[in-house]
């Protein structure tokens, strides 16, 4: 049974640049979060998508976008690359409607912006 | 808005030893799930104990346990037995019951915790 997994795990971009971050929710999972954890940070909630749609919304600008394609996968996009975005951004899967609360939470993807 | 309380940034315990560490939150709701979870060097959040607020019994996984007190809304995680393995940072979370915010965890600043021999 496959967990959380994401892709890339390291990439480095330039501000202004644009970046897509890509997860796997653990099999039987329907629901994908995303969160930023800067270095020495606990993490922050960027979005969730559940049915393909945007369910719930942080903190974040316009910038931050995403999107869930009907396998239950989902993407996660930048735009206008800022040095404040080189985080760690964590994908985490969990089941709509399920009691528990528990996420699984993929390796993450370390961003660097130069 | 929910907010969630670290005040030990870092900590160290022997081997074998048994260490508390610390987590205040602050809500205004009264269904919601505590969690602690664990971010070693390899980056992974793995769920160490889960808590859920209407349940007044501390919940306990194997070495670990809870010290869930709702009154003054603290949430301490005891590491009982010490291990190497222990060694990572560790992540208060809070996370309210309501269908509608699921799977949305506000964590806390963490704590390093270094287990030594």
């Known amino acids: 049974d496959a967990g959380v997994t994401q892709s890339p795990t390291h990439l480095i971009k330039t501000r202004g640049q644009q970046v897509t971050l890509r997860c796997s929710p653990k099999?039987?999972?329907?629901?994908v979060s995303w969160y930023q954890q800067a270095l020495g940070q606990g993490p922050q909630f960027i979005f969730q998508?559940?049915?393909?749609?945007?369910?719930q919304r942080g903190n974040f600008p316009d910038r931050f976008s995403g999107h869930q394609f009907p396998n239950y996968s989902s993407e996660l996009n930048v735009n206008a690359l800022l040095l404040g975005d080189s985080a760690l951004y964590l994908c985490?899967?969990?089941?709509?409607?399920?009691?528990?609360?528990?996420?699984?939470f993929g390796e993450g993807s370390r961003l660097t912006v130069l | 808005a929910q907010t969630v309380t670290q005040s030990q940034p870092e900590m160290s315990v022997q081997e074998a030893e048994t260490v508390t560490l610390s987590c205040t939150y602050d809500?205004?709701?009264?269904?919601?799930?505590l969690f602690w979870y664990k971010q070693p060097p390899s980056r992974q959040m793995i769920l160490v104990i889960r808590?859920?607020?209407?349940?007044?019994q501390n919940a306990t996984e194997n070495r670990f346990s809870v010290n869930f007190q709702k009154a003054a809304k603290s949430f301490s995680l005891k590491i009982s037995d010490s291990q190497l393995g222990d060694t990572a940072m560790y992540f208060c979370?809070?996370?309210?019951?309501?269908?509608?915010?699921?799977?949305?965890?506000?964590f806390g600043t963490g704590t390093r915790l270094q287990v030594t021999l």
């Open positions: 998508y559940y049915e393909e749609e945007e369910r």
């Open positions: 985490a899967s969990s089941l709509q409607g399920g009691n528990t609360g528990e996420l699984f």
């Open positions: 808590q859920e607020a209407y349940k007044q």
């Open positions: 809500t205004s709701e009264n269904n919601y799930y």
């Open positions: 099999s039987g999972h329907d629901t």
């Open positions: 979370a809070f996370m309210d019951q309501n269908t509608g915010t699921a799977s949305k965890l506000t």
